[in-house]
C-alpha cells in the first residue's frame, strides 16, 4: 500500500503564496516521475508542474515564472512553491507519482483545496 498525502493549502490574498508538501510513504522501493495536477470546478484535471527523478522540470504555461517544483528523494516528498498566486490558480491541487512498490504503479494524493481570493 502506498499513500500520498498532499498538504499546505488554504486560503490566500491574490499575490500571496503557499508551499504545497507531498510525502509518499509505504513499502516503496524508488519513485521515478512526480507531478502536481489542479482541478478546478467544472473544468477537467490539468498538469500543474513535473518533475523527474534526475530533477528536470516542465511547467504548464499558465504558471511558468511563478511556480517551482521540487522534490526530495531522500523523503520522498514532493513540493510545489507558488507565488504571485491569482484568483484563477483557485483548484484542488493533487499529487501523483509513478512509484515502485513491487509492481510500478501510478498514485494519486487526496487533494489538498487552494483558495486565491480577497
Known amino acids: 500500500q502506498v499513500l500520498l498525502v498532499e498538504s499546505g493549502g488554504g486560503l490566500v490574498q491574490p499575490g500571496g503564496s503557499l508551499r504545497l508538501s507531498c510525502a509518499a510513504s509505504?513499502?516503496?522501493?524508488?519513485?521515478?516521475?512526480m507531478a502536481w495536477y489542479r482541478q478546478a470546478p467544472g473544468e477537467q484535471r490539468e498538469l500543474v508542474a513535473s518533475?523527474?527523478?534526475?530533477?528536470?522540470?516542465n511547467y504548464a504555461d499558465s504558471v511558468k515564472g511563478r511556480v517551482t517544483i521540487s522534490r526530495d528523494n531522500t523523503k520522498n516528498t514532493l513540493y510545489l512553491q507558488m507565488n504571485s498566486l491569482k484568483p484563477e490558480d483557485t483548484a484542488v491541487y493533487y499529487c501523483?507519482?509513478?512509484?515502485?512498490?513491487?509492481?510500478?504503479?501510478?498514485?494519486w494524493g487526496q487533494g489538498t483545496q487552494v483558495t486565491v481570493s480577497s
Open positions: 509505504g513499502r516503496i522501493s524508488s519513485i521515478n516521475d
Open positions: 501523483n507519482a509513478e512509484v515502485k512498490a513491487g509492481l510500478l504503479s501510478y498514485y
Open positions: 518533475i523527474i527523478r534526475g530533477g528536470r522540470t
